[in-house]
């Protein structure tokens, strides 16, 4: 995935998010989707694989409530997000694509003698403060001894209750 000239996979998958739209038969607004990839050890299957979905709307608000401090390099949020209040890192790409591939930025970010298969990886649509659509990318790091598998997949909502109640 961090080879020069491997696919974009969320580029592929944000693409691919209106099979989500079209199982909802609704049209979502780009903030309310969201891409994972989880750590592996926070895997349900033994392989690497995207999960796009609904984002659960109390972690968009805290990430609508953030998004200000968010800048293009990665930093941690000064608030562990729900619903298990777990500690992520983010970063903002603007675009209304995914034109920068997240495996490669993280990678890239990571310090020496991390790996990438400690953390997860979570893109969510997003709106800059002044209005300019992006993405927020967000880390999480597994960490067993404090109950943190690095399942990103735990930010999602994958009953969409953002779809009945569009102002959460």
Same mark, same amino acid.
């Given at each position: 995935m961090q080879a020069p000239d491997a696919p974009n996979y969320f580029a592929d998958a944000w693409a691919a998010r209106f099979y989500v739209e079209a199982a909802l038969h609704a049209s979502l607004p780009r903030d309310s989707l969201s891409l994972v990839v989880n750590s592996a050890p926070g895997r349900s299957q033994d392989q690497s694989h995207i999960h796009v979905d609904c984002i659960r709307p109390d972690v968009r608000a805290t990430l609508r409530h953030l998004l200000p401090a968010i800048t293009g390099q990665w930093h941690p949020l000064s608030d562990p997000l729900p619903p298990h209040r777990h500690d992520y890192q983010a970063r903002w790409v603007d675009g209304e694509t995914l034109a920068v591939d997240p495996f490669k930025?993280?990678?890239?970010?990571? /310090? $020496? +003698?991390?790996?990438?298969?400690?953390?997860?990886?979570?893109?969510? &649509?997003?709106?800059? /403060?002044? +209005? $300019?659509? &992006?993405f927020i990318l967000l880390s999480g790091h597994a960490d067993p001894a404090r109950g943190d598998r690095g399942s990103g997949d735990e930010l999602q909502d994958l009953d969409c209750t953002i779809t009945m109640h569009p102002g959460l």
């Open positions: 930025v993280l990678a890239e970010a990571l /310090p $020496h +003698g991390d790996t990438m298969a400690s953390h997860s990886l979570v893109v969510v &649509g997003a709106y800059s /403060p002044d +209005g $300019h659509p &992006g």
